[in-house]
């Protein structure tokens, strides 16, 4: 229940916990706790999951159940968030997490027996000014860890400020990378939920499986693509839904970047985004890529392999194209 003499506080390593963990980590570092994660998602976590979820969900809420399960009785408090939205590049748009992901929570603490008075359930929204976020925190577990509205306040900011760092750090490393890029080299920019992009499970080993095929590939939280405007979809209520189509223009804009989009079946959300995505990829090709529990390996495989020919073909018609040009130029 405690390491290094700071009570432990246990957080899933599934849904918003991907997002929001470095923030987390350092609000109670900052607070004399200790945050502690559930293990990546193995078979073990994913058939609890599947066998404690009580409606039928995608499979990465599903797995969700499998890392509370996994974490419960362990820490000295579990948290489970309700994490609303998410900080937008625009002040309009309003950020928000899916219905599946904002109740989380709820269900969990429905499905499972947990202790209340260990339990810390604020209701979040990333999307407020940190000294309305700060407070928001305070109000909701200031008293059960008893801590002041000062320490709660600056620990926001503290948090804050590192998770700023680390999303620039994404992006220089992503523009790292880019410019390592050869002419005609293509990238394939993968949009998706981080819960899918950053859980070898859920994405049945993606990042390895492109390197296998020699294609580079950049997650889309390694672009920079605030400054992309997304006015044409100006009722996009989703933060990461805004995130993935971005990134899709992103990629359409540069004639050696293609997009890859990895989702789940079941996804509700998805259900509108891959029309907006399919919109902007118009005539450039793309792959979307729908996995669940019943996915395996192999099927992507093939999958992936068609797509790499699709891509060289589209290079190498580019280059012709190119090497066409400077010759009647010449
Ligand atoms: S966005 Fe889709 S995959 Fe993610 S929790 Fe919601 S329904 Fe599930």
């Not at 005539?283 to 068609?306: N, Q």
Request: hydrophobic fraction near 40%.
């Amino acid at each position: 229940m405690e390491v290094d003499g700071r009570p432990t506080v246990a957080l899933q390593r599934a849904l918003y916990g991907h997002q929001t963990a470095i923030f987390w980590a350092h609000f109670f570092d900052k607070l004399g706790l200790r945050l502690v994660l559930s293990p990546p998602t193995n078979a073990y976590i994913s058939r609890m999951g599947i066998e404690s979820v009580m409606a039928e969900t995608c499979y990465p809420v599903k797995v969700s159940y499998g890392h509370v399960r996994e974490l419960l009785g362990k820490t000295a408090y579990l948290f489970l968030p309700s994490v609303i939205n998410m900080q937008t590049p625009v002040e309009t748009e309003t950020g928000f997490y899916c219905p599946m992901s904002q109740s989380n929570s709820y269900m969990i603490r429905a499905a499972f027996a947990v202790d209340r008075d260990r339990t810390l359930s604020p209701v979040v929204h990333f999307k407020y000014d940190p000294e309305t976020l700060g407070l928001e925190i305070w109000e909701q577990i200031g008293s059960k860890l008893r801590k002041s509205k000062a320490a709660v306040r600056k620990a926001v900011y503290h948090a804050l400020e590192i998770q700023d760092q680390f999303t620039k750090d994404l992006v220089r490393k992503g523009s790292e990378i880019l410019q390592g890029v050869q002419a005609f080299e293509p990238v394939l920019l993968v949009t998706g939920r981080p819960y899918n992009l950053y859980d070898e499970r859920l994405n049945l080993r993606l990042g390895q499986n492109l390197a296998k095929l020699g294609l580079v590939a950049l997650p889309m939280d390694f672009i920079d693509s605030s400054t992309v405007d997304l006015s044409d979809f100006p009722s996009m209520y989703w933060g990461l839904g805004a995130q993935i189509l971005r990134t899709a223009k992103y990629a359409v804009a540069h004639e050696n970047y293609f997009g890859l989009h990895l989702t789940n079946f079941g996804c509700g959300a998805d259900s509108f985004i891959e029309h907006f995505y399919k919109h902007i990829m118009g005539d450039d090709p793309y792959l979307i890529l729908e996995l669940d529990e019943h996915s395996a390996v192999a099927g992507v495989m093939t999958r992936l392999e068609a797509y790499k020919n699709v891509i060289e073909n589209t290079m190498q018609k580019l280059r012709r194209d190119v090497e066409r040009k400077v010759g009647l130029a010449n």
